[in-house]
């Protein structure tokens, strides 16, 4: 796991650690020392802690002009035991919304476990959002966690999407391509 690196090709757009409406303002990476686990596994350096023990994440993208930020997970998503969801929600995303972030996307590929506990925190974030027509995609979540994304009935809350070529899009248009799929997808649940 330690040579999973958060996705950097648009570091020349947006760096989180730079924005002083980021979460991660002002924090700093050592590029040589493990320090972070999942699990006795370390991680690489610049993923970021939210207070999670199995779950971290990078924001890769945000535009508060037009509300939308892309966030990357890595870890076991743990809502069961360590409550993931309720820090993700307090620690990052709250911060997010006072700016203005109204439309969420998480890159969920390296999200190896999903532990689903109630669906309170989901339904808060919804709610946050709603008014404003925005929205929460997960793309790329491997199938197993998926399932049990599912059988939690938590795709009420946050949409899941299989969008491969999201690396090869600018964030603007990978924004606009989901933008174009949700009122569909929407339509259809």
């Known amino acids: 796991m330690h040579d999973i690196e958060p996705y950097h090709n648009w570091r020349h757009l947006y760096l989180s650690e730079e924005d002083v409406r980021s979460p991660f303002f002002d924090r700093t990476y050592d590029e040589f020392a493990f320090t972070r686990t999942i699990y006795n596994y370390y991680i690489h350096p610049q993923w970021d802690d939210f207070g999670s023990r199995t779950l971290y994440l990078k924001i890769l993208f945000a535009d508060y002009e037009t509300g939308y930020a892309i966030l990357e997970l890595i870890g076991e998503w743990n ?99 989901i933008d174009d799929m949700m009122p569909r997808r929407l339509g259809n649940e």
Request: glycine share 2%.
């Open 79 to 177: 809502d069961a035991i360590e409550n993931d969801i309720m820090t993700l929600k307090r620690e990052v995303v709250d911060c997010l919304l006072v700016q203005g972030i109204r439309r969420f996307i998480l890159v969920a590929e390296n999200v190896l476990n999903f532990h689903s506990s109630d669906a309170s925190y989901y339904e808060e974030w919804l709610d946050d959002i709603r008014e404003e027509h925005g929205w929460v995609v997960i793309l790329n979540m491997p199938e197993a966690s998926q399932q049990d994304f599912r059988k939690s009935r938590l795709t009420r809350y946050v949409d899941l999407l299989e969008f491969d070529l999201w690396r090869t899009l600018q964030p603007s248009f990978l924004l606009a391509a």
